[in-house]
Structure formats: structure tokens, C-alpha cells
């Protein structure tokens, strides 16, 4: 069967931007469908994989989106300007490589002209080596889509390195999740859904379409664990699942926090209490779906978020995989 691990490194194959995520859909069909599951996709490309069940009906969800850069328009030199695909720090763009959706690379770069203090996403450009316009025509249009460049790296013990992990580990826990379930009475929705990182407009309609009991979300919080960090969490990367509390967008329902940190501590299963009053994950819309969704969430810690090089421990990512399994197993969720 597939490990974690095999699917974040399937799903490296491919690049899934806000509003460009067929390909990253299709790729997670695909080891859907190898493991005997139903899947299909709704009219805005969130995927919704099913394990049939007779019990009541539950959503996993995690955003397959990822933020990115948007063309806007090429100058007469050649040189692109663009805007921002979802929320991406002005710190993170000085000299950084990036790749379109079609594999042209190119490196983002900033007027020399502005101070560093007032530098703005208006400041920045893409430089693909193009001479002039014409030449940058030919590559790259008004329109078109780039990521930050990279792939996964694996770094000493099981912590990685990649893009975008932000949402692609909360991915991965939740298909390894729904590919691993055996005993389980619940009837299971995996929703991979789209367009997250520009407002969490795709869990709306898939939560609103699988009519779901309750719902539990899969996504990253910041590891508040480095020098320096002004933190406003104890979230620590290597401290186990995080447990959503609360964040800037929802308060999870008590009875799933409860249950979820309850079948923790029964079964050994290292965890963390997530409480962050910034940012929000795709529980603010599916809370609020139809007239209402009792909603949790399992968070990965993540370092360095939002940025070209987002990092990981591989033992967080099978400790939230494990918890689900074992609470959805165990009936340990009873609403």
C-alpha cells in the first residue's frame, strides 16, 4: 500500500496553483482508483473520493490548491509583471525561482530602484531571459500561472523540505487515511478541494453537495519553534498531530476537539492542541455550510510557511493519518 511518502512524491509530479488544479485532481484519482475507490469531480474541479459506509456521513477535507503568481502583462523588455495567487509574503519573492504551468522557468526579481522598506508585490517582476516583448510572447501571455520551482527533499531523519506542503501533506494524510480504512461503519467523503488559498470557495460546495454529518479538516499550522519566532502558539514541529481548536476563521465543534484528543491519549498517539488567532483553513466555510456542519481539524506543523521551502516532519503527518483512522475506526466521533 501507498505510504505517505509515496503520495507527496506522486503528487511532486505535478503543479496545482488556485484555479489550476486538474492535474493534481487526476493524479490523486489515480491512486484513488488503484485502491478500489469512487471518486468524482463537481463543476468548480473539487475531487470527492467515497468509501461507502453505512453509518452516518463524514467529510475530510483538504485544499489541493496551492498559492502561486498570476501574468498580468509583459513589458516592452521583456520582463513580466504579475499579481499573487493567494497570500504570498513580499520577503519570500526576492530572487526566487519559479516555473509556469508549461515549464517555462523563470526568476523573480524587484525594481532596483525601490528600498527594500517599501518594496510592494508592484515592485516585483519575472524575468525569463526574454530579449525583448516579442520574444517573452512566445512563453508567456497575460493569464498564465507559475509556481515557486522545486521539488521534495528529504532531510536527515523523516523531516522534508518542498513547495508547498501547504496543502499537499494535509492531501496525502487525508488519501492515505481513506485508502487505509477497513472496519469502519462511517459512510467517508474525501473532498480534495480547490481554490482554498484564494478564499475557501471549493470546500463550500463539495460540503454542501456530500450533505455530511460532520466534517474534519486536513490542512498545516505554523511550527512556532524557531529563533526568534514571536510565537502565538505552542505548536511545535515533532510534537505529533495537531488537534484544531481554534483559528481566525472557526471554533471546532467541542465534541469532535474532544473526541479526537480523548482517542489521542487511549491510544498513545502523540498530539497538540492548535490555537491560532491568525489565519483560517477550509472549516470557516464548511462550518457555516447548509444550516451548519459540526467541523474539527488535524493540522501538520509546518516551518516557514508560504514560503519556497516549507518544512515538515513526516512523524507528524502518520501521527494525524493514525488518529483519524483510529477515531473513524473506533466510532470514537459521536455527534
Known amino acids: 500500500m501507498l505510504s505517505i511518502t509515496d503520495i ?17 485532481a487526476r493524479v490523486i484519482a489515480e491512486m484513488a482508483e488503484k485502491a478500489g475507490l469512487t471518486h468524482c469531480t463537481d463543476a468548480l474541479g473539487n475531487l470527492v473520493v467515497r468509501r461507502s459506509g453505512v453509518g452516518k456521513r463524514v467529510l475530510l477535507d483538504a ?3 496551492t498559492t502561486g503568481f498570476l501574468a ?34 523563470g526568476t523573480i526579481s524587484y525594481e532596483q530602484k525601490t528600498a527594500l522598506k517599501d518594496r510592494k508585490m508592484s515592485s516585483f517582476f519575472i524575468d525569463i531571459g526574454a530579449k525583448d516583448e516579442a520574444q517573452a510572447r512566445k512563453y508567456v501571455l497575460p493569464g498564465d500561472a507559475a509556481v515557486f520551482a522545486g521539488g521534495l527533499r528529504e ?9 508547498y506542503l501547504d496543502n499537499r501533506i494535509g492531501c496525502a494524510v487525508a488519501l492515505y487515511t481513506i485508502i ?3 472496519d469502519c461503519d462511517f459512510d ?12 475557501c470557495r471549493g470546500a463550500k460546495t463539495a460540503a454542501y453537495a456530500t450533505d455530511v454529518d460532520f466534517a474534519i479538516v486536513l490542512d498545516v499550522t ?3 519553534d524557531t529563533p ?8 511545535k514541529m515533532g510534537g505529533g498531530a495537531a488537534i484544531k481548536i481554534m483559528d481566525k476563521a472557526a471554533i471546532a465543534h467541542p465534541a469532535i476537539v474532544s473526541a479526537l484528543i480523548r482517542c489521542a491519549e487511549e491510544n498513545k498517539i502523540s498530539y497538540q492542541r492548535d490555537v491560532i488567532t491568525v489565519g483560517g483553513t477550509d472549516a470557516g466555510s464548511i462550518h457555516l455550510t447548509r444550516n451548519g456542519i459540526p467541523t474539527g481539524g488535524i493540522s501538520v506543523p509546518v516551518r516557514y510557511m508560504h514560503s519556497p521551502n516549507e518544512v515538515a516532519d513526516l512523524e507528524d503527518a502518520e501521527a494525524a493519518a493514525k488518529l483519524l483512522i483510529r477515531a473513524l475506526e473506533s466510532n470514537a466521533i459521536i455527534l
Open 8 to 24: 507527496l512524491k506522486k503528487m511532486y509530479t505535478v503543479k496545482s496553483p488556485s484555479g489550476f488544479e486538474g492535474e493534481m
Open 63 to 65: 485544499h489541493m490548491d
Open 72 to 105: 498580468t502583462y509583459v513589458d516592452e523588455k521583456g520582463f513580466i509583471r504579475f499579481d499573487a495567487l493567494g497570500g504570498v509574503p513580499v520577503p519570500e519573492l526576492h530572487n526566487t525561482p519559479v516555473e509556469f504551468l508549461d515549464g517555462t522557468p
Open 155 to 163: 532531510l536527515p531523519g523523516k523531516r522534508i523540505a518542498a513547495p
Open 180 to 182: 487505509s480504512l477497513s
Open 188 to 199: 467517508v467523503y474525501a473532498s480534495f478541494s480547490v481554490q482554498e488559498e484564494v478564499g
Open 222 to 224: 505554523d511550527a512556532c
Open 228 to 235: 526568534g519566532f514571536d510565537g502565538y502558539s505552542e505548536v
